[in-house]
């Protein structure tokens, strides 16, 4: 064979003695393993997965928020009604800047799936009224319950006909009949002078998807209840209501204790106080397992402002409750007493229940002891006059008046009364 002449490129020879090697390193070690190869596949594998987690977790939150966002309802219409009437609504004190005062009305609206707890179809009232108080320094709150019997001088109102009421004396929850929920805020607005905030409208089968969300709610039973009205039936003891019977504990009135209308606002008082502290001790705002059935039944069952009618407005009214201790959620019943009249409703009683919403206004906190107790001794402003000047007191009583009597006095911290009330860390069995 004839010897190959053509000239080829000197064959690079590897380095010796430690020598530093030209051009770029080989991906394959000496021993021939290929490992550095493998372990930079794995890790663009790896980075690659977790790009699409972030991404796909990205579009899951979206969803939801975009999904809860959606599931809450504005009341557009009370919006609109309420600010035809903005001159005629109170203006917020100096000293409560920054304090937000909230209306929940749980509506006995019969309408729906609503039907089956009897009453005529697609009547409605407010069942329960809740004005919760959140200091500016969101250091306390206050809850006080209007009694739905008390009498109370109603504002003309506009009727869902599109005609307008006249004012008159009647049942507070004949506003909410009359006007719907802006005729309701605005009774609140014109008793107590407090300018309400936000308001939240709850139903009867709102209301048990709420506590069957979170797991349904302990309650002490001092004794056995039986009441086919509210269709109830407890043993006596440490009970966890869900749905249906946590609605009929909280609507039960003829067959429980005296009967009175008192009385069940005291127990709608205790559960929603062992509600606040199943939530705080479950960590339930904390964990997003237990965190989104709460959320996706909150926003699907209730009505509210168009200013409150996201879930950003909620979530920033969630922490603000939920940064309060409970020791500091105080809930407590407008003091009343049966109506001169009319011994099956209610009037105020005066002065206290101006120097209760002067507290508020004014952004106080309002102290309470427990149902029943003694009151310490002390001044009261205002404790010479007759207590038959509260509204109630006859046709032509002017609540309304009454009340900006005793605001107009401003009795100082130190000199108000001590009500009946709870606060939301005591346990009701624990009194039993």
């Known amino acids: 064979m004839a010897e190959d002449d053509t000239e080829h490129p000197p064959t690079a020879t590897p380095p010796t003695n430690g020598a530093a090697q030209d051009g770029p390193p080989t991906d394959t070690p000496p021993d021939g393993s290929g490992r550095p190869r493998r372990r930079r596949r794995w890790?663009?594998?790896?980075?690659?997965?977790?790009?699409?987690?972030?991404?796909?977790?990205?579009?899951?939150?979206?969803?939801?928020?975009?999904?809860?966002?959606?599931?809450?309802?504005?009341?557009?219409?009370?919006?609109?009604?309420?600010?035809?009437?903005?001159?005629?609504r109170p203006n917020r004190t100096a000293g409560a800047r920054g304090a937000e005062n909230l209306l929940l009305i749980g509506s006995d609206d019969r309408s729906g799936a609503n039907g089956s707890y009897g009453g005529e179809p697609g009547s409605q009232r407010s069942d329960t009224t809740i004005l919760l108080h959140l200091a500016a320094d969101r250091r306390h709150a206050t809850a006080v319950s209007v009694p739905r019997d008390v009498m109370v001088t109603v504002p003309a109102c506009e009727k869902p006909d599109g005609t307008r009421s006249r004012p008159a004396l009647m049942q507070f929850n004949w506003a909410f009949e009359t006007g719907g929920p802006a005729c309701s805020i605005r009774a609140v607005e014109q008793l107590s002078g407090i300018r309400i905030d936000h308001y939240v409208i709850l139903d009867f089968s709102g209301f048990k998807t709420m506590v069957d969300a979170i797991g349904g709610v302990e309650v002490c039973v001092p004794q056995p209840i039986h009441d086919k009205d509210a269709k109830l039936d407890l043993a006596a003891g440490r009970r966890t209501l869900h749905g249906e019977q946590a609605l009929g504990y909280v609507r039960a009135r003829e067959s429980l204790g005296d009967g009175s209308d008192t009385q069940r606002m005291g127990r709608q008082q205790q559960f929603l106080a062992a509600l606040i502290r199943k939530v705080q001790s479950q960590g339930v705002l904390l964990n997003p397992a237990k965190l989104w059935p709460v959320l996706d039944a909150a926003t699907s069952s209730v009505r509210a402002d168009g200013a409150l009618s996201s879930l950003g407005a909620l979530y920033d009214l969630t922490q603000d409750l939920r940064g309060i201790p409970s020791a500091d959620v105080v809930f407590l019943t407008a003091p009343r007493r049966p109506y001169r009249y009319d011994s099956d409703r209610d009037e105020f009683v005066q002065p206290q229940t101006g120097q209760l919403f002067a507290a508020l206004r004014d952004d106080r906190p309002v102290a309470v002891r427990a149902p029943g107790s003694t009151p310490s001794p002390g001044p009261v402003p205002g404790a010479g006059r007759s207590p038959a000047a509260g509204p109630g007191a006859g046709a032509g009583s002017q609540p309304t008046a009454e009340v900006a009597a005793l605001a107009n006095a401003s009795p100082s911290a130190g000199a108000a009364p001590t009500f009946e009330g709870r606060t939301a860390d005591v346990d009701a069995c624990a009194q039993h």
């Open 43 to 88: 890790l663009m594998i790896t980075a690659g997965a977790c790009a699409f987690l972030l991404v796909a977790t990205g579009v899951l939150l979206w969803i939801a928020y975009r999904t809860l966002d959606g599931n809450i309802r504005a009341d557009s219409a009370t919006d609109r009604l309420l600010a035809k009437l903005e001159a005629e």
